[in-house]
């Protein structure tokens, strides 16, 4: 064999391995998944049973059906989603504000504002958190959508996405916009936004995502089942059907596709926010 | 609420102080330009900043600062009744045996789980720089545990670790191990909460590094390979050193989140079995939440707030005194 021939081999070799492992970790990464989904159209006989079956041999939706029956999940899911919708669309909107501010315009103090402000995504959320409780009880606003609305309706992180990203578009555009009288509120408006599409999605997903998912707040101010988003109902019924897991996965199920399927629209804004932020580092 | 997003927060504030100074110096800004919209930019700029300031006034400033009053202070929420203490509260934090043991527990978890994330995240990082069939799909994989919710996670992986039925112990046995009572032993359990935790964030550390791998030029690598360099050495010669910016980044990070875990321990152990597996938040949850002692709960935030705060000074530090890094 020519050194050639054996270097070729050789790579071919390292490149099987490479592959063979990269799709084994994935694989064992998504199992938990899978594994999910696939409890959760299997009968009660068929999940108690050993060994476990992989694939469900009577495929059946009452999981499903019980689990939506024993909590109102649907409710949870609307409270959820209009929840993350609002907090979104707010941090659109005063992140954005912010964030040409700071990028665009001159005013004294500015920077250090802007140091102070990022100073802040320093201090731990369970600093912050004990004050707030106390804020919203005094204004009688525990156990509402306020309490969970309200602390989210700005980002420190969001307001430096937009303005890193407000500071790379070149300004020609809005001088232009100026020398024919435009104000600052729609230059922003009708230039900046438009052009800053691919960030302010980013900023989308990466909150909504966060509203979703998040638990401890909503454990916190929430204390009508009425209220309930779906992670905090997910807790609750893992505790009063602790070993029934065809509802559990059920109920996990339904607690995790919106975000995966979100996921898998919209995988650049995920990483991208990912990437962005340690990018520049 | 504010700390939704706290955890990018942090991931981009040291990032963000470079770019500021970065810009300070590199780009100066036409004085006629700047003025373009008038005099009243001062009014207009409060105007556009109020709805922010607001609602961080209300919610993050504010606390900040009434949490670190409230710490000196004996404060039941609901026994309406407040009297200044000085520094009982923290004394009485470090004199309760079960602050220790929370505080131990936080830090081994943090200890195994940090090092197994980076060195898995990096690892998965290196491999997808190559040249591989299907990357997007693979990459999507390794994240997907990141987007989901922590208390789906728990969830699904208490049903994994159930020692009955769970697929962990099916798969040990399978392999002729013995079974592992996930839920009544202290050590495993508190490994199932290592899992988890590794499981659900290395896809975040795998992305970072993955942007710094990319920042690497090639030509360095190609040059290696000239003077016959193999992959190991190019990776311990080249690729290390040049990564270290990053690699302290997601260090500090990763050890920020894992102090700060909650939700897992809440769903998949409930800090059992008999404490082994509680943490640091969760014994802050429940001062503040169980038993509204605010004044308790706040010296306790603060506590945590410090050890984050040297624990990153000293990394910083000690990745500047190798030469690793200019920070």
């Known amino acids: 064999m020519s050194a050639v021939t054996a270097h070729s081999a050789r790579r071919a070799a390292g490149s099987a391995g490479n592959h063979l492992l990269l799709y084994t970790l994935a694989l064992l990464t998504v199992a938990p998944f899978l594994w999910m989904v696939l409890t959760s159209f299997k009968d009660l006989q068929e999940i108690f049973s050993y060994p476990p079956t992989w694939w469900p041999e009577r495929f059946t939706t009452d999981n499903y059906t019980d689990a939506f029956a024993a909590a109102p999940f649907g409710r949870f899911y609307f409270n959820s989603l209009f929840v993350a919708v609002v907090v979104t669309l707010g941090q659109l909107v005063t992140c954005s504000m912010a964030a040409y501010a700071f990028a665009r315009m001159q005013f004294r103090g500015r920077d250090v504002l802007f140091y102070l402000f990022l100073g802040t995504m320093m201090v731990p959320a369970h600093v912050t958190m004990i004050p707030s409780f106390m804020i919203l009880h005094w204004l009688g606003l525990i156990d509402s959508y306020g309490a969970l609305i309200l602390p989210g309706l700005a980002s420190a992180f969001g307001t430096f996405l937009l303005r890193q990203f407000f500071l790379t578009l070149p300004k020609e555009l809005e001088e232009a916009a100026f020398i024919d009288g435009c104000g600052r509120f729609r230059v922003l408006w009708q230039i900046i936004l438009p052009l800053a599409r691919p960030a302010l999605a980013t900023l989308a997903v990466f909150t909504f995502m966060g509203v979703f998912n998040d638990f401890l707040w909503a454990l916190i101010v929430v204390n009508s089942q009425e209220l309930y988003t779906v992670q905090l109902g997910l807790a609750i019924f893992r505790d009063r059907y602790s070993t029934e897991w065809g509802p559990l996965m059920a109920g996990s199920v339904a607690a995790t596709l919106p975000i995966l399927i979100l996921f898998f629209v919209a995988q650049k804004h995920f990483i991208q926010g990912i990437a962005l932020s340690g990018l520049k580092d | ?327």
């Open chain 2, 1 to 327: 609420m504010a700390g939704v997003l706290t955890g990018e927060g942090q991931r981009v504030s040291r990032a963000a102080a470079d770019v500021v100074r970065a810009e300070a110096a590199a780009v100066p800004v036409p004085p006629a330009v700047r003025r373009a919209p008038g005099r009243r930019e001062g009014l207009t700029a409060f105007l556009f900043l109020s709805p922010t300031l607001l609602v961080f006034g209300v919610f993050v400033v504010f606390p900040i600062l009434f949490s670190f009053y409230l710490s000196f202070q004996q404060w039941n929420l609901f026994a309406d009744d407040h009297a200044f203490v000085g520094l009982a509260n923290y004394g009485a934090v470090f004199s309760d045996p079960e602050f220790w043991q929370v505080f131990w527990n936080t830090t081994v978890y943090t200890v195994a789980t940090v090092p197994l994330n980076m060195v898995l995240a990096l690892g998965v990082a290196v491999l997808l720089e190559r040249r591989v069939r299907g990357k997007r799909l693979l990459r999507a994989a390794f994240f997907t545990p990141v987007v989901v919710s922590s208390v789906a996670a728990g969830v699904i992986w208490r049903w994994v670790f159930d020692p009955n039925l769970g697929l962990a112990n099916v798969a040990l046995t399978a392999v002729g191990l013995p079974a592992v009572d996930w839920t009544a032993n202290a050590a495993a359990a508190m490994a199932a909460l290592i899992i988890v935790g590794v499981w659900k964030t290395f896809g975040i550390n795998m992305v970072l590094f993955a942007a710094g791998l990319s920042a690497i030029p090639s030509h360095y690598y190609e040059a290696a390979a000239i003077d016959g360099a193999r992959s190991w050495s190019q990776f311990r010669h080249i690729t290390l050193p040049l990564l270290a910016p990053t690699t302290l980044f997601v260090l500090v990070l990763s050890m920020i989140g894992s102090f700060q875990v909650f939700d897992v321990v809440f769903v998949l152990t409930r800090g059992g079995p008999l404490g082994a597996t509680k943490v640091l938040v969760y014994y802050l949850y429940e001062h503040a939440f169980k038993f509204f002692d605010m004044g308790y709960a706040s010296a306790v935030a603060y506590l945590l707030f410090a050890v984050l705060f040297v624990l990153t000074l000293v990394q910083v530090r000690a990745f500047r005194n190798r030469g690793a890094v200019a920070v």
